[in-house]
């Protein structure tokens, strides 16, 4: 869920992007270094964007039997990890924005807290976790996507609740009206999202292991099998 | 894309992106400038003026490119108007429109289309590769222009490919139910997934046999009057401006 133009206020508009500038800076410093040590991630990186971009255009089918697209924070955090997709996710939600009038300009440090940077940390967290804790591949993903999904909308849900606070409850009844109105649609989504992931990744891991090992997705035994 | 054709093909195709830039920017700034509704509104129809009827935009593709957008704009008014309040008969808490919430959704509502017109007003016009040349001139990052440029030549190649797998799926009644659809859709993922490798190695080799070993450059398009197309749209910006605050 992408808040669209011109819907928060200035001032909030203003501290989202402030936030968001050290994770992109970061997040580019990053990106720099390792392409200074391997070229060929350059080329990676700017398709990997493309096929993001792509991605957020197909429809999921949910569970309730309505459909979205997926977010594919899950999915870029676990393949390149989560300070890659801050610069990332700027250049889709730009490109977003400024081919498809999807999200917006004054809102795109609001959107990039919450689709690529606070996504991709949850889901590189919970993915780290699950798998130390001696999950499967499958169930580490599941967890990893779906959560990361959730925990985008919960964000822009605090966003939307902090710069419109209820005039009767004030942030927690307004945070409890935005979450309560996504939950009908996201937990079902996330759910679908987790399990569209998990069917990505078995197929990479049947097909395509070595790029995953390469990636620290996979451990070497796994790649074996 | 609706957007791209409409950026290439109209009026205002050959006047300079900083020109149509800063003129969007004081559309936007005239939107968040705007006291009242009215002047929110006011700021959306001489933006949408200068769409439709400056740089020739038609009409019906503007309202196509706009309805997603507005869609939006509707359910979140929604989640504005209506308040969380006390039941009265059980004790219990029920959705209710308040009057400060039908004002507040006036206020952002009109505020969101000016915003929106702004936005639109600098994409319908401008192609992108245009927008990424102005990036270039601000100093954006390296990092990010390349990412911006290898994302944009390579994701048409990648919509065809999704079209065609879909389609070949289709057919295949790939998409005959929510389970069928679910697995159809992870395989062409993971597919294009694989592709994302598969193109990358194939543009580093042959960026390499070229003898690229930096950045990647490309000739910037040149626009003739272009100090005198930003002071026209600096002028025009101010003025927007000036209604947004004239009609408060």
Avoid at chain 2, 72 to 95: K, R
Wanted: proline share 5%; with cysteine.
């Amino acid at each position: 869920m992408h808040i669209i133009e011109g819907f928060l206020p200035i001032e909030h508009a203003v501290g989202w992007t402030l936030a968001a500038v050290p994770f992109v800076a970061i997040g580019v410093r990053q990106v720099g270094r390792q392409i200074r040590r391997q070229p060929e991630l350059r080329m990676l990186l700017g398709v990997a964007a493309a096929f993001a971009f792509v991605l957020s255009a197909l429809k999921l089918p949910s569970v309730t039997g309505s459909c979205s697209h997926p977010t594919g924070t899950g999915l870029g955090a676990i393949l390149f990890g989560p300070l890659a997709m801050a610069p990332i996710g700027a250049v889709v939600l730009l490109f977003q924005a400024l081919l498809l009038a999807h999200g917006g300009l004054t809102t795109l440090g609001a959107n990039l807290v919450s689709l690529a940077v606070v996504g991709p940390l949850v889901a590189a967290g919970v993915f780290r976790l699950a798998r130390r804790a001696g999950a499967s591949l499958a169930l580490g993903v599941f967890l990893a996507a779906s959560l990361a999904d959730l925990m985008t909308y919960v964000t822009t849900s605090v966003q939307l609740a902090w710069a419109f606070p209820d005039p009767a409850g004030g942030f927690a009844a307004s945070f409890a009206k935005f979450a309560g109105i996504f939950a009908l649609t996201q937990i079902p989504l996330a759910i679908s999202e987790g399990l569209l992931t998990v069917v990505i990744c078995n197929a990479l891991a049947r097909f395509n292991p070595r790029e995953l090992q390469d990636l620290n997705v996979l451990g070497r035994r796994e790649a074996r099998v | 894309m609706l957007i791209e054709d409409a950026a290439y093909g109209n009026r205002w195709r050959r006047v300079s992106p900083a020109a149509k830039a800063v003129f969007a920017l004081a559309g936007l700034a005239a939107a968040f400038a705007a006291a009242t509704p009215r002047a929110g509104l006011g700021v959306s129809l001489a933006l949408v003026a200068a769409t439709v009827f400056g740089a020739r935009v038609p009409a019906g593709r503007y309202l196509r490119v706009a309805a997603p957008a507005l869609f939006f704009l509707a359910l979140s008014g929604l989640s504005l108007v209506f308040s969380l309040q006390p039941d009265g008969v059980g004790g219990g808490l029920a959705f209710r429109a308040t009057a400060a919430g039908l004002e507040s959704f006036a206020t952002v509502g009109s505020r969101s289309l000016g915003a929106l017109a702004a936005m639109l007003f600098l994409v319908l016009t401008t192609p992108l590769l245009d927008i990424m040349g102005l990036l270039r001139r601000c100093r954006t990052p390296e990092v990010l222009l390349e990412i911006m440029v290898l994302c944009y030549r390579s994701l048409f190649v990648f919509a065809a490919a999704v079209q065609d797998t879909r389609t070949a799926q289709a057919a295949r009644l790939g998409y005959g139910s929510p389970r069928l659809a679910l697995r159809s859709l992870g395989q062409l993922v993971a597919n294009l997934t694989l592709q994302v490798w598969q193109r990358a190695q194939t543009l580093h080799g042959a960026a390499l046999a070229r003898n690229n070993d930096g950045p990647l450059r490309f000739l910037p398009a040149s626009f003739a009057h272009g100090r005198r197309d930003v002071a026209a749209a600096a002028a025009a910006g101010v003025a927007l401006i000036a209604l947004a605050r004239g009609m408060a």
